[in-house]
């Protein structure tokens, strides 16, 4: 008597994986919401997300509008390529300018020139007048204590802000998206993906990138510990002396307090291995907004920001 060979177990990679959950997190918002928007900066998170919204709806073209919140000191590069992303796909693109409250006089320029931290009003504002019922953000909890906190589903109060205490258990991937009228939530498909993960995933999918994501030669200054690039928004000072050296970006922001690394890491293999031994979080080593105190990132959700 002959015994069937059994098959073979069938092993899923890890990207596979991740990918799998965010198509399925995607379909899923699609499914339960009305007015879905993406969160869309030209950032390397935003992108790969957009990148899956294409995948999980392809060949139909994707079902939700982009919204930028554009703080005014944007890097140049970055907006060029969101503006040809947005070209290239057919895409609705949704501007909340930062600079636009200031013009208004809602907002008040800072006396240390963030505009990250401004950002909020702004956000709430293009979420309320769209009537968004559902904002996909590129959050991942790798990044910041506050992040690892959040659900995949982490609905948002009529004002915008975030409570932990009203978190929902998301047992085997099941997602409640019940909100009530004026609530919202804001959705994170790449939540359980690593910074490491994204930069394997823009490897294999060949993702193109802004170039300042890959060594260059840039001038720069040092403050608080950062290589921050010379703008508008009130840098450098006197006592800041401006050098020529070769940096990246880990990840992109408002240009007052986004810092560079310096690096040599040119292709995305060098980016990979130089992540890859890494001990630093990228928003704890290049971000000023999230060092300015400890519960920053904690706070400013509470108030409504990402």
Request: charged share 30%; net charge negative; with cysteine.
């Amino acid at each position: 008597m002959t015994t069937a060979t059994p098959a073979p177990v069938l092993r899923t990679a890890h990207l596979d994986a991740l990918e799998a959950e965010s198509v399925h997190i995607f379909r899923e918002v699609a499914g339960e919401f009305e007015r879905p928007v993406i969160l869309f900066s030209g950032g390397k998170d935003s992108i790969v997300m957009l990148h899956l919204a294409l995948k999980a709806f392809a060949p139909a073209p994707v079902p939700f509008a982009l919204l930028h919140v554009d703080t005014g000191h944007n890097f140049p590069e970055v907006l060029a390529y969101r503006d040809r992303t947005v070209a290239e796909h057919h895409l609705r693109l949704h501007v909340a300018s930062v600079q636009d409250f200031i013009d208004r006089g809602v907002l008040r320029e800072r006396p240390d020139g963030l505009r990250n931290p401004l950002q909020t009003v702004p956000l709430l504002d293009g979420i309320e007048s769209n009537k968004f019922d559902a904002v996909f953000g590129g959050g991942r909890r790798d990044e910041e204590k506050a992040r690892a906190k959040e659900r995949v589903f982490s609905l948002r109060d009529e004002f915008g802000a975030w409570d932990p205490r009203r978190q929902r258990p998301e047992l085997w991937s099941l997602y409640n998206g019940r909100h009530a009228v004026g609530e919202h939530v804001r959705v994170f498909p790449l939540s359980n993906w690593t910074e490491l993960d994204v930069w394997q995933y823009i490897e294999r999918e060949h993702i193109e990138l802004p170039e300042i994501y890959y060594a260059h030669e840039r001038e720069v200054f040092r403050r608080d510990g950062m290589w921050l690039t010379a703008g508008q928004w009130g840098g450098p000072k006197e006592s800041e002396p401006v050098e020529t050296r070769l940096v990246r970006y880990r990840t992109v922001g408002d240009m007052s307090c986004t810092g560079a690394v310096d690096s040599d890491a040119a292709t995305i293999e060098a980016v990979i291995t130089e992540i890859a031994a890494s001990r630093l979080t990228e928003r704890g080593a290049t971000r000023a907004d999230d060092k300015m105190s400890e519960a920053a990132m904690e706070d400013r959700k509470r108030e409504g920001y990402f």
